[in-house]
């Protein structure tokens, strides 16, 4: 055991007795500077970064280890990560990919966002996937299941911005689908189910009136919103839940039975103060079969244009859902990785939710009180948001508020609810500042192994140099291994990587060079059999029209197969490169200039972009990406001639 940040003397595990006073020392310290504010007073600051950075330079001693304390998280040059870390990119809507424990980056997979670097956004077939769109807001990463653990096949990812569910090819870390969710605003949680790569189930967080066409613009008693089921596998909208309040986080069960969404305002208001007035919010419990007997029965509603099967399961429970009622404004819901127990984090209240699933079949059966199946509630610390587990029973929950993470047992949490004199509590850590999401290696999978927890904080202030006023985010590693945590790094990122999941090495199995298996092949496959065009081996040039022209090019380093394309002012281009050489970690790509055109092409890959030719004049058009010693030497004419 090496030196803490808080100094803690080497030796054997403290006994229970020392935990306490050491938790005692801390509590006396700043993370309880909030402990007077009323809970409510203090959720204000949830929302005001200023008050709540402010709130963080109170601190007086700077906690972290000296840089050499950790040896585990130091990967030499030239050794390789354990762990894949796949992050959220937030407001840049991309999906991030760092090496644990390193923290090391090593990739940005463009999603939702337009990518100068890659052509996402850019090029003819991720402009046809975005719809023209190229603002993302991504929260929620989550891979592919089977048998309750990853099976390397897909990443889901939530953008907010337009209600949209994308997927990426884990074998070549591409963005390959696109969905459109009906009906929806504020896409929030996602959650794939985990006993099979089967639904992915998304959570629309704002309230609209349904259908949303202008037929109701001033009645907010019927605004709602959709629990939306997508087909991993073939990315089709399968079928809708409405429910009342606005939905919030998502999880599923183990055994595809259920799925959750935490919600908030489930009294339906509209204003601030409305949406805050009852006591209770609830955890919805979505029972699949149920909804899926409906649904293939016909017993589900049309809604607006679509014909998405919807089922209205507002008010009530239902055979559809089920309302556990948990303290107001529940955030998280995460599921331990026995399957058992869903922990929903109660943000304004200071406690967790632990709710029994194997409860949950009598309370649909109205055998039990929905409430019946909360088993305990242990008070955690002011604003309580998300739960990583360790694989050995413990549970640590990310604490806004007090910019704590708090690691407590979850077997003690139910004696303690049962009336036993113990404290679930185990340890509590300072994190750096106003942590947001948390999640722990392998946490969303039966196999969570309890080694490194990450701690995605929302104001880094003084941890790094001064970049202005848009700081860094603070991505920060605890060694969870010992029965103490231990903050050994902290990762600066860009805005604003919402929550992440850390994903055991052997798992992941990207290939080295394109394997042109993503859909966007039978695109090219297509144009070029129309065309009679050998796509892997020729280079033609087409007029396919008075004002069109495609062209076929091949490259190979360092050079492109056509140096000079003549085209006139006003035609529509389009060029498809495709990479004939097959050497992993050697890239072309395609910058036309002055036309906005920069696109990649990988080892083995076809690429393509569209364009309308500018002025009369000569353009040259490169390769962007380092591939050889004449790489600045690859290159051609584009020639505008006058119409
Ligand atoms: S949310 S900080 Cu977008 Cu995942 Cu909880
Ligand atoms: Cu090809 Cu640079």
Same mark, same amino acid.
């Given at each position: 055991?090496?030196?803490?940040?808080?100094?803690?003397?080497?030796?054997?595990?403290?006994?229970?007795?020392?935990?306490?006073?050491?938790?005692?020392?801390?509590?006396?310290?700043?993370?309880?500077?909030?402990?007077?504010?009323? %809970?409510?007073?203090?959720?204000?600051?949830?929302?005001?970064?200023?008050?709540? +950075? +402010?709130?963080?330079?109170?601190?007086?001693?700077?906690?972290?280890?000296?840089?050499?304390?950790?040896?585990?998280?130091?990967?030499?040059?030239?050794?390789?990560?354990?762990?894949?870390?796949?992050?959220?990119?937030?407001?840049?809507?991309?999906?991030?990919?760092?090496?644990?424990?390193?923290?090391?980056?090593?990739?940005?997979?463009?999603?939702?966002?337009?990518?100068?670097?890659?052509?996402?956004?850019?090029?003819?077939?991720?402009?046809?996937?975005?719809?023209?769109?190229?603002?993302?807001?991504?929260?929620? !990463?989550?891979?592919?299941?089977?048998?309750?653990?990853?099976?390397?096949?897909?990443?889901?990812?939530?953008?907010?911005?337009?209600?949209?569910?994308?997927?990426?090819?884990?074998?070549?870390?591409?963005?390959?689908?696109? !969905?459109?969710?009906?009906?929806?605003?504020?896409?929030?949680?996602?959650?794939?189910?985990?006993?099979?790569?089967?639904?992915?189930?998304?959570?629309?967080?704002?309230?609209?009136?349904?259908?949303?066409?202008?037929?109701?613009?001033?009645?907010?008693?019927?605004?709602?919103?959709?629990?939306?089921?997508?087909?991993?596998?073939?990315?089709?909208?399968?079928?809708?839940?409405? %429910?009342?309040?606005?939905?919030?986080?998502?999880?599923?069960?183990?055994?595809?039975?259920?799925?959750?969404?935490?919600?908030?305002?489930?009294?339906?208001?509209?204003?601030?103060?409305?949406?805050?007035?009852?006591?209770?919010?609830?955890?919805?419990?979505?029972?699949?079969?149920?909804?899926?007997?409906? !649904?293939?029965?016909?017993?589900?509603?049309?809604?607006?244009?679509?014909?998405?099967?919807?089922?209205?399961?507002?008010?009530?429970?239902?055979?559809?859902?089920?309302?556990?009622?948990?303290?107001?404004?529940?955030?998280? %819901?995460?599921?331990?990785?026995?399957?058992?127990?869903?922990?929903?984090?109660?943000?304004?209240?200071?406690?967790?939710?632990?709710?029994?699933?194997?409860?949950?079949?009598?309370?649909?059966?109205?055998?039990?009180?929905?409430?019946?199946?909360?088993?305990?509630?242990?008070?955690?610390?002011?604003?309580?948001?998300?739960?990583?587990?360790?694989?050995?029973?413990?549970?640590?929950?990310?604490?806004?508020?007090?910019? /704590?993470?708090?690691?407590?047992?979850?077997?003690?949490?139910?004696?303690?609810?049962?009336?036993?004199?113990?404290?679930?509590?185990?340890?509590?850590?300072?994190?750096?500042?106003?942590?947001?999401?948390?999640?722990?290696?392998?946490?969303?999978?039966?196999?969570?192994?309890?080694?490194?927890?990450?701690?995605?904080?929302?104001?880094?202030?003084?941890?790094?140099?001064?970049?202005?006023?848009?700081?860094?985010?603070?991505?920060?590693?605890?060694?969870?291994?010992?029965?103490?945590?231990?903050?050994?790094?902290?990762?600066?990122?860009?805005?604003?990587?919402?929550?992440?999941?850390?994903?055991?090495?052997?798992? /992941?199995?990207?290939?080295?060079?394109?394997?042109?298996?993503?859909?966007?092949?039978?695109?090219?496959?297509?144009?070029?059999?129309?065309?009679?065009?050998?796509?892997?081996?020729?280079?033609?040039?087409?007029?396919?029209?008075?004002?069109?022209?495609?062209?076929?090019?091949?490259?190979?380093?360092?050079?492109?197969?056509?140096?000079?394309?003549? %085209?006139?002012?006003?035609?529509?281009?389009?060029?498809?490169?495709?990479?004939?050489?097959?050497?992993?970690?050697?890239?072309?790509?395609?910058?036309?200039?002055?036309?906005?055109?920069?696109?990649?092409?990988?080892?083995?890959?076809?690429?393509?972009?569209?364009?309308?030719?500018?002025?009369?004049?000569?353009?040259?058009?490169?390769?962007?990406?380092?591939?050889?010693?004449?790489?600045?030497?690859?290159?051609?004419?584009?020639?505008?001639?006058?119409?």
């Amino acid at each position: 055991m090496s030196a803490s940040n808080e100094n803690e003397p080497e030796g054997p595990p403290p006994s229970d007795e020392s935990v306490d006073d050491a938790i005692e020392t801390r509590r006396s310290g700043r993370r309880f500077f909030l402990k007077s504010t009323t %809970v409510l007073g203090a959720a204000a600051i949830v929302g005001c970064g200023d008050d709540a +950075s +402010s709130g963080a330079g109170a601190t007086t001693t700077p906690s972290g280890p000296t840089p050499a304390a950790h040896p585990s998280t130091h990967i030499a040059p030239g050794e390789l990560d354990t762990y894949y870390g796949f992050w959220s990119g937030g407001q840049s809507g991309e999906i991030r990919i760092l090496g644990v424990p390193s923290m090391r980056e090593l990739k940005r997979i463009a999603v939702f966002n337009r990518d100068s670097a890659t052509g996402h956004g850019q090029t003819d077939w991720s402009k046809q996937v975005l719809g023209g769109r190229g603002a993302g807001d991504t929260h929620h !990463v989550h891979l592919s299941y089977t048998d309750g653990t990853y099976d390397g096949r897909y990443i889901f990812v939530n953008d907010k911005v337009h209600g949209r569910l994308a997927r990426v090819r884990i074998d070549v870390m591409e963005t390959d689908a696109i !969905v459109d969710i009906p009906h929806s605003q504020g896409t929030h949680g996602i959650f794939p189910q985990r006993h099979r790569t089967g639904l992915v189930l998304c959570n629309s967080e704002f309230r609209t009136p349904i259908p949303n066409d202008g037929t109701n613009l001033t009645d907010p008693s019927q605004y709602a919103a959709m629990h939306t089921a997508i087909d991993g596998e073939t990315m089709e909208v399968k079928w809708q839940v409405m %429910v009342e309040g606005n939905m919030d986080l998502c999880a599923t069960d183990y055994q595809g039975k259920y799925s959750f969404a935490t919600c908030y305002n489930s009294e339906g208001g509209v204003t601030l103060e409305q949406m805050m007035s009852a006591e209770r919010d609830h955890l919805y419990v979505f029972n699949l079969a149920n909804i899926q007997r409906a !649904v293939d029965e016909g017993r589900t509603i049309r809604v607006g244009r679509t014909d998405v099967p919807v089922i209205d399961a507002r008010g009530d429970n239902s055979e559809f859902v089920l309302r556990v009622p948990v303290p107001k404004s529940p955030h998280g %819901v995460n599921m331990d990785p026995t399957g058992r127990y869903a922990v929903v984090s109660g943000k304004l209240s200071p406690t967790c939710s632990v709710i029994d699933v194997e409860k949950l079949e009598d309370a649909f059966a109205g055998r039990i009180q929905p409430r019946d199946c909360v088993v305990a509630e242990p008070e955690v610390g002011l604003g309580p948001l998300h739960t990583a587990y360790d694989g050995r029973g413990n549970a640590y929950t990310s604490i806004f508020l007090d910019s /704590i993470v708090t690691k407590w047992n979850i077997a003690k949490a139910i004696e303690a609810y049962g009336g036993a004199d113990v404290d679930p509590i185990l340890d509590r850590i300072d994190v750096h500042y106003q942590i947001g999401h948390i999640n722990a290696s392998m946490s969303e999978t039966r196999e969570a192994d309890g080694k490194w927890l990450v701690g995605l904080c929302k104001f880094s202030k003084d941890r790094f140099l001064n970049v202005g006023p848009l700081k860094p985010e603070n991505d920060q590693l605890i060694d969870i291994s010992g029965d103490r945590m231990e903050l050994v790094h902290d990762g600066p990122t860009y805005s604003e990587p919402h929550d992440a999941v850390i994903v055991r090495a052997d798992l /992941i199995h990207p290939t080295s060079i394109q394997n042109r298996e993503a859909a966007r092949f039978r695109l090219y496959e297509q144009w070029a059999q129309e065309d009679g065009v050998d796509l892997m081996r020729e280079s033609k040039i087409i007029r396919k029209g008075p004002r069109s022209v495609r062209v076929y090019m091949t490259s190979r380093a360092p050079n492109f197969a056509i140096t000079e394309i003549t %085209v006139k002012t006003g035609d529509e281009v389009q060029i498809i490169v495709t990479n004939q050489d097959q050497v992993e970690d050697l890239s072309h790509g395609l910058t036309v200039s002055k036309h906005d055109v920069q696109f990649i092409v990988n080892a083995n890959d076809t690429n393509s972009a569209t364009f309308t030719a500018g002025a009369p004049g000569v353009y040259w058009y490169y390769c962007p990406w380092f591939c050889h010693a004449m790489h600045l030497e690859m290159r051609g004419r584009l020639i505008v001639e006058p119409r």
